[in-house]
């Protein structure tokens, strides 16, 4: 049974950072590329980052990068999510997705449950 835990997620002012993780079980989870995606209240689910599976290979939202950097530790079975330069706007819900590095949510065959991630201003 394939299971993705996300946490670190958090209260933080804006101007600051958090390390958000996503700790895969139950799956190969060296094989597959994995992304990350956020939901704000009232709004669809938007891509936020995604890496292939030996993680040479990253791509972002335009709206995060230079701010956001998605890592993994195959060896750990986790995927990483840097955040800084935190914005009143990337308050939302970060989901880790298995299985693509589209900006499709179809395309992704297991989904975590979430961390809240609030910036205050």
């Known amino acids: 049974q394939v299971q993705l835990v996300e946490s670190g997620g958090g209260l933080v002012q804006a101007g600051g950072s958090l390390r958000l993780s996503c700790a895969a079980s139950?799956?190969?989870?060296?094989?597959?590329?994995m992304a990350w995606y956020r939901q704000a209240p009232g709004k669809e689910r938007d891509f936020v980052a995604a890496i292939n599976w030996s993680g040479e290979s990253t791509r972002y939202a335009d709206s995060v990068k230079g701010r956001f950097t998605i890592s993994r530790d195959n060896a750990d079975n986790t995927l990483y999510l840097q955040i800084n330069s935190l914005k009143p706007e990337d308050t939302a819900v970060y989901y880790c997705a298995r299985g693509a590095t589209s900006r499709v949510t179809t395309d992704y065959n297991y989904w975590g449950q979430g961390t809240q991630v609030t910036v205050s201003s």
């Open positions: 139950g799956t190969i989870f060296s094989i597959y590329a």
